[in-house]
């Protein structure tokens, strides 16, 4: 594929010839995942039933400090499926009762996904979701319009400072938003089927510890921008101490029930549609089972 030549994929823009060296992504162009099954661990929306029908890509274009998905997202982790064999799992999830197909952390195998989701027209009758870490270029987002009809990004920091210390990306606001701006134009207002979303956008937001004015910032920014029908939000308290957060003392710690209240207190000031987490979600338990190959099924 073209896209994988000179990789424009994502905002690192980083032009490897994937067909031949890894990319700032960590991957090749082969598309490679580390789990495909169904997931019950998502916001209630997107979860009903049987849950989503999850598939966690390998590579990530970030490189966050205490990813809980760093087997997978920089430690390389995960094996090899091509388009047709995608395609084939996800008509799997669908018989098993998914509610929907959630393509994680997949910026970087976008021409692939498209691929699958070709061979797959017609057969596949649940909405796709796009659970992406919000740092997305226009390019690769307009390559996706009419496939996905969730998408559920990130918007993790304000600061241009903390997005580059943690996640080695200054520019991460400024990207992110423009992304988000994009997936809710595609999209437009949520639609529900009862309590199952059925298009729209949340946005989810992962309060760090120590840093809750800057969860603010963005509440505030979310809430001067849209009107409270354009977009579900999505504060999560799930944070937990892993990877390399030991090397930043102030992150090397759970959130305190302070921080998360003083965030929520900014974010129903604007009357959002939200998700809240509770204090259990804070533990490596809710964290997937990842495979370096393919598991046996059944």
Same mark, same amino acid.
């Given at each position: 594929?073209?896209?994988?030549?000179?990789?424009?994929?994502?905002?690192?823009?980083?032009?490897?010839?994937?067909?031949?060296?890894?990319?700032?992504?960590?991957?090749?162009?082969?598309?490679?995942?580390?789990?495909?099954?169904?997931?019950?661990?998502?916001?209630?929306?997107?979860?009903?039933?049987?849950?989503?029908?999850?598939?966690?890509?390998?590579?990530?274009?970030?490189?966050?400090?205490?990813?809980?998905?760093?087997?997978?997202?920089?430690?390389?982790?995960?094996?090899?499926?091509?388009?047709?064999?995608?395609?084939?799992?996800?008509?799997?999830?669908?018989?098993?009762?998914?509610?929907?197909?959630?393509?994680?952390?997949?910026?970087?195998?976008?021409?692939?996904?498209?691929?699958?989701?070709?061979?797959?027209?017609?057969?596949?009758?649940?909405p796709t979701v796009y659970n992406?870490?919000?740092?997305?270029?226009?390019?690769?987002?307009?390559?996706?319009?009419? /496939? *996905?009809?969730?998408?559920?990004?990130?918007?993790? +920091? &304000?600061? @241009?400072?903390?997005?580059? !210390?943690?996640?080695?990306?200054?520019?991460?606001?400024?990207?992110?938003?423009?992304?988000?701006?994009?997936?809710?134009?595609?999209?437009?207002?949520?639609?529900?089927?009862?309590?199952?979303?059925?298009?729209?956008?949340?946005?989810?937001?992962?309060?760090?510890?120590?840093?809750?004015?800057?969860?603010?910032?963005?509440?505030?920014?979310?809430?001067?921008?849209?009107?409270?029908?354009?977009?579900?939000?999505?504060?999560?308290?799930?944070y937990v101490p892993v990877f390399?957060?030991?090397?930043?003392?102030e992150i090397n710690r759970r959130?305190?029930?302070?921080?998360?209240?003083?965030?929520?207190?900014?974010?129903?000031?604007?009357?959002?549609?939200? /998700? *809240?987490?509770?204090?259990?979600?804070?533990?490596? +338990? &809710?964290? @997937?089972?990842?495979?370096? !190959?393919?598991?046996?099924?059944?």
């Open positions: 594929m073209n896209e994988y030549q000179s990789c424009r994929l994502c905002p690192r823009s980083c032009g490897a010839d994937r067909r031949e060296s890894l990319g700032l992504c960590g991957e090749y162009d082969k598309m490679r995942i580390a789990r495909c099954a169904l997931h019950r661990w998502e916001e209630p929306a997107i979860c009903t039933g049987s849950g989503s029908g999850a598939i966690f890509f390998s590579g990530c274009s970030l490189r966050c400090c205490y990813c809980q998905n760093f087997e997978i997202s920089q430690c390389g982790k995960g094996y090899e499926i091509t388009p047709m064999q995608l395609a084939e799992e996800m008509l799997k999830l669908q018989e098993q009762g998914a509610c929907n197909i959630s393509f994680i952390s997949a910026a970087h195998f976008v021409p692939s996904v498209i691929e699958a989701l070709e061979l797959v027209r017609g057969a596949l009758k649940i992406s870490s919000g740092y997305e270029s226009p390019q690769t987002l307009e390559m996706l319009r009419g /496939y *996905i009809d969730i998408y559920l990004p990130d918007i993790k +920091y &304000f600061s @241009p400072k903390l997005s580059q !210390e943690y996640s080695s990306a200054k520019d991460y606001f400024e990207v992110t938003s423009r992304a988000v701006d994009i997936m809710i134009k595609q999209t437009g207002k949520p639609i529900f089927d009862g309590e199952a979303l059925k298009k729209g956008v949340i946005v989810r937001h992962l309060v760090l510890p120590s840093h809750k004015d800057d969860s603010i910032e963005i509440m505030k920014y979310l809430g001067e921008k849209y009107a409270p029908d354009e977009l579900i939000l999505s504060i999560m308290r799930q390399k957060s030991c090397e930043h003392s959130l305190t029930t302070y921080e998360y209240d003083r965030v929520l207190d900014e974010a129903e000031k604007y009357g959002f549609k939200w /998700y *809240i987490q509770g204090k259990a979600a804070s533990d490596t +338990y &809710f964290i @997937p089972q990842f495979y370096g !190959e393919k598991p046996p099924q059944g």
